[in-house]
């Protein structure tokens, strides 16, 4: 991988051609998203260069690539100048001026001079120079040991807020929600990731090596021929009503899909979603499913992969099991 094969890459972005980009990158091209997880394959990332174009104008100057000995690896630094032109998913409102921000690109590639193998894309570009993932006031921190425990109160009374919303109409108690999340948490490789308004939490995420799931959650992945020790489960993700469309759900993605590639076993992450009929009676007018936000996190619905968990609706007298249809996504 040389010098002017990274050069042509960006003089072929600069001028918008991305057929030629393409040409120059190899049919499984791993693409590590700023502010995603990992998409692999040209498809895909033809597919986030059409979504960059339509919501960002840039071009890149003052480019600088710097290549290792053995031709495997490459870097480039370089201004990125250009227009946040429509609000992005999960990110804050567009604002419109032009903006100009530091960026920066890490190549690994197999050797070869006339394609990258790998693309591993980690800029500072218009997104963070537009608002991206600035959270404001608010901050993510890992929950463990005696900080968890101190939180477990306001960790469930979080839950039963959130989670009383369409589509999981949850009716939950206190006790039950504080010995629910003490069992999480105890699994050994679970991550719980708070969001912080000073010293108030507004928003959770979970997760944790989904064989620490009940059975009949992990039986539905091994049916479908997942390696269950290979799966890491994102379990929720509660953010209240007035925080979002800050960033913090990319974060929370980001947060737990981090701690999923820590461990080398892992190769899925996978999450559950409620299924309601269209029809729902309690379903608001303005109801917008989050799909389109999960798919440009890269994750998939797994046709057939639907597992059932049990609680009580907020119209029912006891609980009932309910589908979930589980997303997936590949990480390695």
């Given at each position: 991988m040389s010098a002017d094969l990274i050069r042509a890459y960006y003089e072929a972005f600069n001028r918008r051609d991305y057929a030629a980009m393409l040409d120059l990158l190899t049919a499984d091209v791993a693409h590590d998203v700023n502010q995603g997880g990992r998409e692999v394959g040209k498809e895909a990332f033809r597919a986030f260069l059409g979504h960059m174009d339509r919501t960002y104008s840039e071009r890149l100057r003052d480019i600088v690539v710097m290549t290792g000995p053995d031709g495997r690896h490459a870097a480039a630094e370089f201004v990125v100048e250009g227009t946040y032109l429509a609000t992005d998913d999960g990110l804050p409102a567009a604002r419109g001026p032009d903006l100009q921000a530091p960026g920066r690109d890490v190549f690994r590639g197999a050797g070869r001079k006339d394609r990258a193998r790998d693309h591993l894309l980690q800029p500072q570009g218009l997104a963070a120079a537009g608002g991206g993932l600035s959270l404001g006031d608010v901050r993510i921190e890992r929950l463990e040991d005696e900080r968890l425990k101190e939180r477990l109160p306001d960790l469930a009374r979080l839950r039963i807020e959130v989670f009383r919303e369409y589509p999981?109409?949850?009716?939950?108690?206190?006790?039950?929600?504080?010995?629910y999340l003490r069992t999480y948490a105890e699994a050994e490789g679970s991550v719980i990731a708070g969001a912080f308004d000073g010293d108030t939490l507004v928003g959770a995420a979970t997760a944790l090596p989904l064989r620490h799931e009940p059975e009949d959650l992990t039986r539905t992945f091994a049916e479908h021929g997942y390696s269950v020790r290979e799966v890491f489960y994102f379990g929720e993700s509660v953010l209240r009503r007035s925080y979002r469309g800050r960033g913090i759900g990319v974060a929370f993605f980001r947060e737990r899909e981090a701690a999923a590639l820590s461990r080398p076993e892992?190769?899925?992450?996978?999450?559950?979603?409620?299924?309601?009929?269209?029809?729902?009676?309690?379903?608001?007018?303005?109801?917008?499913p989050l799909d389109e936000f999960w798919y440009r996190r890269g994750y998939e619905k797994v046709p057939g992969l639907i597992g059932h968990i049990g609680w009580r609706d907020l119209d029912e007298e006891r609980e009932t099991k309910k589908p979930m249809q589980f997303w997936i996504k590949r990480l390695r």
């Open positions: 999981y109409l949850y009716e939950g108690s206190q006790d039950y929600e504080e010995k892992i190769r899925w992450a996978a999450f559950c979603a409620v299924i309601r009929p269209e029809g729902h009676p309690r379903r608001p007018k303005d109801y917008v």
